[in-house]
């Protein structure tokens, strides 16, 4: 048994709500391949203008270079040269980054994305479920519910406004457990879910 496999490539997902680790998580594991002499080159959207343009930064002040890049097309302009593909924000980069990670995969490469699950209203948010599919392994964050304490699973918006994001507001979001959650719509309901297949097309 290898820890990862061997003479092939694969896909990881780090899910979750805001504020649960998933940036740190992702910089652990490229850190880790950059000491084991590993190509790694990291992406995350410019839309994500959050800290720094160049590096991720964790909550927790962690940094790694990044490259920003516009579309998840751009990811395939650096096959050749690397080995470990790292995203983060991957809810930014849309439905393109699905046919990118698995062509990446499909020639060997591994792949490690973070992004949000579920957006403030609960609800799946793509392409995340969609690489959850896809992926070899998924590793799950929680944050702690500011309420009460329980491990977190949703992000709380917690001022008014009609955008689906609001890039750069942390401020704007706190994690609550499934108790907590309040989102704007009472019911995770099938009208829901035929929405968001709506606003993809
Ligand atoms: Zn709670």
Redesign the pocket.
């Known amino acids: 048994m290898f820890d990862f496999p061997r003479n092939t490539g694969w896909i990881e997902v780090i899910c979750g709500p805001m504020f649960s680790g998933k940036t740190e998580e992702l910089i652990r594991r490229l850190r880790r391949a950059q000491i084991a002499r590993q190509r790694v080159a990291i992406f995350k959207a410019i839309l994500d203008t959050r800290y720094d343009a160049d590096q991720l930064v964790s909550h927790s002040q962690q940094t790694i270079p990044s490259i920003s890049v516009k579309s998840a097309w751009e990811i395939l302009n650096h096959a050749k040269h690397a080995d470990v593909f790292g995203v983060d924000e991957a809810q930014f980069l849309g439905v393109e980054l699905i046919e990118v990670s698995a062509q990446l995969a499909n020639d060997g490469k591994r792949m490690i994305i973070a992004g949000l699950d579920t957006d403030y209203r609960g609800l799946p948010f793509e392409p995340v479920p969609q690489l959850l599919a896809i992926a070899e392994y998924i590793t799950k964050t929680l944050a702690i519910?500011v309420?009460?304490g329980?491990p977190a699973k949703f992000t709380q918006r917690i001022v008014e406004s009609a955008d689906l994001i609001l890039v750069g507001a942390a401020d704007a979001y706190e994690p609550?457990?499934r108790?907590?959650f309040r989102p704007p719509e009472p019911v995770y309901s099938l009208k829901n879910q035929l929405s968001l297949g709506e606003i993809k097309k």
């Open positions: 519910c309420q009460c329980n609550r457990c108790r907590c």
